[in-house]
């Protein structure tokens, strides 16, 4: 087995970021010349931007949301949308906003989960109050929710709340009893998407028991067939309804809702961008654009939110998701499938897919039947070690130090400060890997693999 690759060059498949190679610059600057070869719209760009958002964008965005979702640019409402300066920090504002510590009772993270969402949770004052959920094949258990749900109610019930903060009297109209934080498409780390039986019935938990759902869909629009011979250049699979749409037809009359989709152009644009969004009902996207901070600096991604409006109206972005993104990374994607294959599945690897998740795919001209098929996407897939390599944590320092490849492991998505989660990952998603192909082309991918398998076959199992 020979190496593709030069030795002293590092391969990191634990790296979740676009590959540089992938940035429109010409596109972002094509739109930056356009927004400051006008002094109207230059030095609309260059002040404090409004709470909400950039005004055009705002439209801009129910547009695409509408043709994205629905297939219809009408389809949503630009006053359910408002924008801000990543999907991290609208996590972060979400809390600041619709949550209290001294109320809130608990934060429930779908386990493993996205462990750098776990500081944001601390930051905003629930030391100690996560809990991971843990996943089944279709992305969440629910029953093991719903359980938890009710015996931390139980254990809340007669309790005296006049410790709570933030109330209508301080213009605090809306605090949740439970945050609940999911992936619903190519859930980072494991890759799952959820059955929209699955998204159903989680909306119907949420509303009982007064929970909000943020829903990290940052992956949504990255999708392909599974399988490579059902690729077809220019096709589009359909996606998921968003828990909000979800919402909206269960709850219709809800001025809050239960549910947030937190948006952003990190994997479609480049993280750079700090410009993302939110849609939920529309009292709830104006109260949420309205934090102190928005107030007193306006919106956070002011002039990159005139650049990315510049690419939503010319059609430039649109066309770089279609042309660039999804062929490259879906490449990228059979590239790692058919190295894992190839190189780990004989040693008893095994690709964590969960249910097949399947959606109905089209042409890009929306002519002919739309056959459905097993969908990928996003930019992870999780794999499962044989249970005689005991010490992943070892073997993934054994990888760096001997084979120079970082990768993920399965302890790094616990659910900080739960001890739960702590011990169902000894039998659950401690002995995983998650790998990233988004960064590398697919000949450092395929390195990659071969690098891990050689530190599989040398590394101690005991």
Not at 31 to 55: C, H, Q, T
Not at 122 to 127: A, H, L, S, V
Not at 258 to 286: D, E, L, Y
Not at 339 to 345: G, K, R, S
Request: one cysteine or more; aromatic letters at 10%; charged letters at 20%.
């Amino acid at each position: 087995m020979t190496s593709l690759l030069p030795t002293g060059k590092q391969i990191n498949l634990q790296l979740g970021w676009p590959s540089p190679s992938l940035f429109p610059s010409e596109d972002l600057n094509a739109a930056a010349s356009s927004v400051f070869s006008s002094f109207d719209v230059a030095s609309s760009a260059l002040v404090y931007g409004p709470s909400r958002g950039y005004v055009p964008l705002r439209s801009q965005m129910a547009k695409f949301l509408g043709s994205m979702y629905h297939g219809n640019p009408e389809a949503i409402e630009e006053s359910r949308v408002c924008i801000a300066g990543g999907a991290s920090q609208n996590l972060s504002n979400t809390l600041l906003r619709f949550a209290d510590p001294s109320y809130t009772r608990r934060i429930w993270m779908v386990e493993p989960t996205y462990f750098l969402a776990c500081p944001v949770f601390e930051d905003c004052g629930f030391i100690g109050k996560m809990r991971g959920v843990p996943e089944d094949d279709e992305g969440i258990d629910l029953g093991f929710l719903e359980r938890a749900l009710a015996e931390t109610e139980a254990e809340y019930a007669g309790k005296c709340e006049e410790g709570r903060l933030k109330t209508p009297a301080n213009g605090y109209e809306k605090i949740y009893k439970h945050i609940i934080y999911v992936v619903p498409t190519f859930s980072n780390p494991s890759g799952k998407t959820m059955s929209l039986e699955h998204r159903y019935s989680l909306v119907r938990l949420a509303i009982k028991y007064d929970a909000l759902v943020i829903s990290d869909d940052v992956y949504d629009f990255l999708s392909w067939p599974h399988e490579q011979e059902n690729y077809i250049e220019g096709g589009k699979l359909e996606i998921s309804p968003t828990l909000v749409d979800i919402n909206r037809e269960l709850d219709p009359e809800s001025k809050w809702g239960n549910t947030m989709s937190n948006g952003s152009f990190s994997k479609i644009i480049a993280p750079g961008a700090r410009v993302s969004w939110a849609m939920g009902t529309p009292a709830f996207v104006s109260f949420l654009a309205t934090t102190g901070a928005s107030i007193s600096g306006g919106n956070p991604g002011h002039l990159s939110s005139t650049f990315v409006e510049n690419m939503l109206s010319s059609g430039a972005l649109q066309t770089h998701i279609e042309k660039k993104l999804i062929p490259t990374y879906s490449s990228r994607y059979y590239a790692m499938v058919k190295a894992i294959e190839e190189y780990l599945e004989p040693l008893g690897v095994k690709v964590i897919t969960g249910q097949p998740y399947h959606s109905h795919y089209r042409t890009s001209d929306g002519g002919g039947s739309a056959a459905k098929i097993q969908a990928a996407g996003g930019f992870f897939l999780s794999i499962s070690l044989p249970s005689t390599y005991q010490d992943v944590p070892g073997l993934a320092k054994a990888a760096l130090e001997k084979e120079e490849l970082k990768i993920a492991y399965g302890k790094m998505f616990e659910v900080k400060g739960d001890a739960g989660s702590k011990e169902r990952s000894k039998t659950s998603f401690g002995n995983s890997i998650r790998l990233c192909w988004s960064f590398h082309e697919e000949e450092a991918i395929k390195e990659g693999i071969m690098r891990l398998r050689s530190v599989l076959l040398s590394y101690d199992k005991i």
